[in-house]
């Protein structure tokens, strides 16, 4: 199993990252509506009801957008006038014993309904699990029914975090045009490394690094950057 996504290099907007997601709405709007509604309004007409509104197949970054649907590349690409760079990242595991974790944007993570303000690893872990493993269900066409989530909920919970530089940023709030809902655009940044059995959770993590992690990832927030470290490196 891996994922597949494309990377669709754009100028660099103005603005915030959400005025960044209101500019490239607009644009995607003009250009084709059912293209627009394919990104920003995902829907199954079939299937379990609480499947019916699908995360988005795209995240925005300042210089590039992130397409997580193969079929939605062609167009996007021709309305960007660019040519996408495809890369493919296996899901198996891999050699990792301690793992750096940057938090480059704010990071909106939630534990049993509460907002954490800090990144706990079982919840940063599945998050970032359940956010692949969904965009490839969705839009690749990957069965992940043979997923052990037991085993990786039981490998989680045996890592231990080492060294942390966390801190809290509440940020300010958006309001939804379409729900009229607020929305924090606040979360933790900085940086943890963590130290156990990560070998199958590595990978999912590392995919992260494109697909986002957390609450409101289409517009910027939930980016990480991953590091497998030596066993014997310590933190800086």
């Not at 534990?111 to 800090?118: C, D, E, I, T």
């Not at 517009?219 to 590091?227: A, D, F, H, I, S």
Request: with cysteine.
């Amino acid at each position: 199993m891996q994922l597949e996504l494309s990377v669709l290099p754009q100028p660099a907007a103005n603005g915030t990252p959400n005025a960044r997601r209101g500019q490239f709405g607009k644009r995607l709007y003009d250009y084709d509506r059912q293209l627009y509604d394919e990104c920003f309004s995902p829907r199954a007409d079939s299937g379990p009801s609480g499947l019916h509104d699908r995360p988005r197949p795209f995240v925005l970054r300042p210089h590039a957008i992130h397409i997580f649907s193969p079929a939605l590349v062609p167009r996007l690409a021709a309305l960007l006038d660019t040519q996408p760079q495809t890369i493919h990242w296996p899901l198996d595991p891999l050699p990792a014993r301690r793992l750096r974790v940057e938090f480059v944007t704010p990071t909106e993570l939630k534990q049993n309904g509460a907002v954490l303000r800090a990144p706990d690893f079982p919840a940063l872990a599945a998050r970032a699990r359940d956010r692949v493993l969904s965009l490839l269900a969705f839009y690749q066409n990957e069965a992940t029914d043979q997923v052990d989530f037991a085993a990786l909920t039981a490998q989680a919970a045996a890592v231990t975090e080492t060294a942390r530089s966390i801190h809290f940023n509440p940020g300010p709030t958006r309001r939804s045009v379409r729900n009229q809902n607020d929305h924090s655009i606040g979360g933790f940044e900085g940086w943890a490394e963590y130290s156990g059995p990560l070998d199958a959770l590595a990978p999912y993590l590392i995919a992260a690094q494109w697909t986002g992690v957390g609450r409101q990832t289409v517009w910027g927030k939930g980016e990480l950057r991953v590091t497998v470290l030596p066993f014997e490196e310590c933190s800086a």
